[in-house]
């Protein structure tokens, strides 16, 4: 987003948002709190009963109300003013750049990685602390429920007792399996504002998502197998084939565990690698996942774990929106090494911090199939231009290599993006290094940095220091090296360059010495294409403030859900049923608040984009003449600017452990975005007791 002025200091700004971020954290508290309370006899029978004289109506029913106050409402709540608080970070000044203190650096020993290798990847002492207290969560909630229930188990005419508690655990495992459920699609919501919230960012969360997943599947997994054993061992197998009117329903329950099964089959990192696009498509099983598991145990049921499922579906729908509309592709340059930097056009309104990434659709290509790839241009440089680079490793990547560089006149490539998601800020600026640290087309997000200080070099006043940066990258042939040459912003010069403390040292890991095949000198080959007046730049699909509009869109959307929904009941459910939850039938209320639910969606969210629609075309007019200037000064740039901070080594790989312990500035920024190897080692040493100053940070990508 743009910086905005502001009748406002900064300082009445940062309260207002301390205020914010303190009253978040005590509502998410208290839900934790409410978590963990709510297995316990307190729970049920003092406080839920309490809280349901005070909700129960002829509107919500019996049930409804009462899961909507204590589950739903405080994250949406949260949500909502997570907008807000992004929306004041807009109004702040960004004329001085991040200083670093005691307390940063303090803060980013909190990230140290503690644990490198193992199931869990790398994990700091902060995530690991938090995913214990999760699943010690899980525990709890198991344990007490099973304990409570035990205490009072009496087996049913005909059965054995330890059917009965194989019963009481198969059931009580499936309660374990809704509170995890809960956590399952806050890190895939890639425009959270419950995330960036709280410093986070979905790409850096996925692996959240996947730790959760595993744990769901294991829970409802035990959880359906347990109940066949049981329906098997009691002679009643038919039970598997049960739908009744107003009651769980197990076929719905067993239909949602098969879903699952064979989404989770496909998760497993060796398949994922392999099959990709197995693993892609068969992901859109979530919704049968989702719907059948809310026909199994009714909307009442299953509203506590719904809150975040509600947040993915505002950002599904938003994204879906923006993949609508076809983007203006403004050039492409294809480099020596088989790589592929697309140039698209954006309105200058449209801002995205370093790291930041864009999801892509080529119809042409696969009409399904949506691939991230790092931003590595800069906003504040290029106002007018958005940039990714491309690899060309898989079948997707070569075929859009093949069609650019074997079609020697094509005018237009139709191409839809989400995006760009990424970092609500970012805080390089703390350490007194940075040293950066990639593999082969790990540079990119990398590249991103780098232009970022280049910026904040040229700005910054005398008072903020811009750190050193130390760039050590790995590629395998010499034409890789040509990947460097996009280090540089569009409009960037050599006085640029020499603004910032920058040194690359570049290994050929394949070679021993210059490949005679590649040439230095040879420039990349430019391809401009000529967009047609449809398409249109790349922009906010809610327009500059979108956040703001975002928080609008959730509150508005639920609120008409529950007037919508009210009014259903009131008239046409509570004349039938009396709220006994006896007559009218679960699956036809839980299929109505579904589909209202979505239409509030739909609804509120293109009403929000229609009305900034005008706004965003403004913006795009400004931008429609643009032509392809930048592209003719990238040809004619000297390259003795990047030469001169370059040492090229070939035949060898880096010593991450020389080159890492040789800085000893008082704090040092390690970034690493390459191999799982090489992320496992630079963890291991920046982790290491030899070495205090280094303050690790991976970025990887694990869509």
Known sequence: MAKKKSSFSDEIISRIQLAIKITSMVILLGFIILL????????????YPSIQKITISTYFGQYQGTEFFLYAFPILLIAVLGC??????????????????????????????ILVKGPLGIVSATELAFFAMFVALLVWSFSVYLHNNLKRLVPISGENMWEAKLQSVAFMLGV???????????????????????????????????????IVMILFTGHGLGYIIYWAATNNILEMLKWPKTELSNLAGELSLLAGLLLWATTFPRIRRNF??????????????????????????TIFSLPGFYLFMVDR????????????????????????????????????????????????????????????????????????LIKTEGSWTQKLHQKLSSTPSLDRLEVSVEGPYGPASTHFLR?????????????????????????????????????????????????????????????????????????????????KSPSTDYNSNDHARIIRFKPLSTDSPISAVLGPNSRLWLGAIISSSFIIFLVIIGVFTRYYVYPVDHNKDSVFSSVAKSAVNIWVACACIAVTASAAMLWNKKQIANEAYKTRNIDSEQDKELESFPRQSLSQVTSVHYGDRPDLKKLLSG??????????????????????????GSVDNLHFEAISFNW
């Open 36 to 47: 963990a309370i709510e297995p316990t006899n307190i729970f049920w029978n003092n406080l």
């Open 84 to 113: 807000v608080y992004l929306y004041l970070d807009d109004y702040k000044s960004n004329d001085r750049p991040f200083k670093s203190t005691k307390k940063n650096r303090h803060l980013a020993n909190l990230r140290r990685p």
């Open 176 to 214: 374990a399996g809704n509170v995890a459920l809960i956590f399952l699609f806050f890190p895939v919501t890639r425009g959270s504002s419950v995330l960036a919230l709280f410093g986070l960012t979905s790409e850096a969360s996925i692996k959240y998502h996947i730790w959760v997943g595993h």
């Open 276 to 301: 990709f696009e197995l693993f892609f498509y068969t992901h859109y099983l979530y919704i049968l996942f989702e719907l059948f598991y809310i026909f199994h145990l009714g909307i009442d049921s």
């Open 317 to 388: 729908y938003l994204r879906f929106l923006q993949s609508r509309q076809r983007v203006r592709l403004v050039s492409s340059r294809i480099l020596p090494c088989e790589a592929l930097e697309l140039n698209f056009s954006k309105t200058p309104g449209l801002k995205y911090n370093p790291t930041s990434i864009m999801f892509v659709n080529i119809p042409s290509i696969s009409r399904l199939q949506w691939h991230p790839f790092t931003i590595h241009s800069n906003s504040n440089f290029d106002p007018n231009t958005l940039s990714i």
């Open 431 to 511: 350490h007194a290094a940075l040293v950066m640290v990639s593999g082969g087309s790990g540079i990119s997000p990398l590249i991103s940095v780098i232009r970022e200080l280049v910026f904040f070099a040229a700005e910054a006043s005398e008072q903020c220091k811009i750190p050193k940066v130390t760039l050590i990258t790995a590629f395998k042939t010499s034409s890789d090296l040509s990947m460097l040459d996009i280090l540089l912003p569009i409009s960037g010069t050599p006085t640029a360059l020499s603004n910032l403390q920058l040194e690359i040292k570049a290994y050929v890991t394949r070679e």
């Open 663 to 688: 800085h000893k500035e008082q704090s040092v920024g390690v970034l690493v975005c390459g191999p799982k190897k090489m992320r496992h080692e630079v963890a291991s040493i920046c982790s290491s």
